[in-house]
């Protein structure tokens, strides 16, 4: 069954292409909100500053992703709806409900803390729960109206953007927290942010497609669409490979800020400002990275970028906790993740909509990618709470490196993220070129060069 609305066929590649800045400027304005709400060093530091144990932060942070479940029953509502009129009105409202951590300070003094945790918690809920929809439309719309082929480069423009908007906001925020201490840092640059995002959501409009789905399937054709999409070998092995490396990924990077604050002795101003860092090599590397996708495909990127990413884990573990100038190391760390990361993301996010999901099945497919990377996004941050709280009295010294609880989250991110990189390798290419066809035509080229400046000394 067709699922993509008959209206797409008036759209043109061209008139799609002139619309995409707007998707560009949400990007930045976006990220901005982003960073100084619900996500990354900042909002972990505020909950820190709340006094939350981190058991209660990994229910939090696993609030956000496992509403992506919702997505397995909504998709076809939204397709119903309309993918654009779903997310402009869910991604509008959440900006409101995120507003209402404004309360918490009135509340801490009137009603006490249990009723200031209540309400936090009430209003992360909410806010999860409307952005899961909104997502849920967000992935088809975004495969209608980003042509195929320049998928690649507009990845690694939005990722550049992303870049700029990461380097305002982490500087912005890291000098605004290191001013003075307490919530009102934290609470200024939430006001702020939903401000900008709220702009963000009102360029959006500008973008084509979207419109209701006539024929989108009933909920019982949709579920049986869904059952067909995991017998689809090729994206099942896809989900596995982004499970695997999610789970990894997150796992030992959603405490990473107060690891680097706890055992590094980082003051959080900087903890901040070391995500700068990671924004900076993500951004001189999107563009390579998008480039290189739409030249030999997908998968030879992915493959590339999560063979490396294997260093980012193995590097923390490594690095003694007593260094000297540990903020610089720190920077290092961060920044090689960005460069690697970003080219994980846009790698697997090319592959996904050019060549493992079916336009003509994009409502089924795209819920179930969704609720999945809510399932083992939520998982992750649980995990790591739950083990980091357990661990808290265990430490031991084993061949020079610190075993603890944050050890054992970077040995598990290590085999999680190889066996990640096995199952992406069952993907088939998008391109006819495999990986190591690039990898050994690469070869190629450095000896040929390496022979080439033999001969001219």
Excluded at 37 to 46: I, M, P
Aim: hydrophobic residues 55%; positive net charge; glycine residues 12%.
């Amino acid at each position: 069954m067709n699922i993509m609305p008959s209206i797409d066929h008036q759209y043109t590649d061209a008139e799609k292409a002139r619309a995409l800045p707007w998707s560009l400027a949400n990007s930045f304005l976006g990220g901005i909100f982003v960073l100084w709400t619900f996500s990354g060093s900042v909002f972990l530091l505020f909950l820190n500053e709340l006094g939350l144990p981190k058991s209660q932060i990994g229910i939090i942070l696993s609030l956000f992703p496992f509403c992506g479940l919702l997505a397995l029953g909504f998709a076809p509502t939204a397709a119903r709806l309309g993918w654009k009129r779903v997310f402009l009105c869910m991604y509008g409202i959440r900006k409101f409900v995120m507003a209402g951590l404004l309360l918490l300070p009135w509340l801490l003094l009137h009603a006490g803390y249990r009723a200031a945790l209540a309400w936090l918690f009430g209003v992360i809920i909410v806010f999860a729960v409307l952005r899961s929809l909104a997502e849920t439309a967000l992935y088809p719309w975004e495969q209608q109206y980003v042509p195929n082929n320049i998928r690649g480069k507009f990845t690694g423009a939005s990722s550049l953007l992303g870049f700029l908007a990461n380097m305002t906001a982490l500087f912005i925020a890291g000098t605004v927290i290191g001013s003075r201490p307490g919530l009102a840092p934290y609470l200024t640059l939430q006001a702020a942010g939903c401000s900008l995002g709220l702009l963000g959501v009102m360029l959006m409009t500008r973008l084509p497609g979207g419109e209701p789905v006539r024929d989108a399937p009933a909920p019982r054709a949709h579920f049986s669409n869904m059952a067909r999409a995991l017998r689809d070998r090729n994206f099942v092995a896809f989900l596995g490979g982004l499970g695997a490396v999610t789970i990894g990924t997150v796992l030992f990077t959603s405490f990473l800020p107060l690891y680097v604050k706890e055992q590094l002795g980082v003051a959080p101003g900087l903890v901040v400002r070391l995500g700068m860092a990671g924004a900076i090599g993500s951004a001189v590397s999107s563009l390579l990275w998008g480039w290189a996708a739409d030249r030999v495909g997908s998968r030879p990127v992915v493959m590339s970028a999560v063979g490396l990413s294997l260093l980012i884990p193995l590097g923390w573990l490594l690095l003694p906790r007593e260094v000297a100038h540990a903020a610089v190391w720190c920077g290092v760390l961060f920044f090689a993740a960005g460069v690697i990361v970003g080219g994980v993301n846009i790698g697997a996010n090319r592959l996904l909509f050019n060549g493992v999901i079916p336009r003509e099945h994009s409502t089924a497919f795209t819920a179930i990618f969704y609720a999945w990377i809510g399932l083992v996004g939520g998982t992750a941050p649980l995990v790591a709470g739950g083990l980091l709280t357990a661990g808290a009295g265990w430490h031991a010294r084993i061949g020079g490196i610190t075993a603890d609880g944050y050890a054992l989250l970077f040995v598990l991110a290590l085999g999680l993220t190889a066996m990640g990189w096995s199952l992406y390798a069952r993907v088939r290419p998008d391109d006819r070129y495999t990986t190591r066809m690039v990898l050994r035509r690469l070869g190629q080229v450095v000896m040929r060069r390496g022979h080439a400046l033999r001969d001219s000394e």
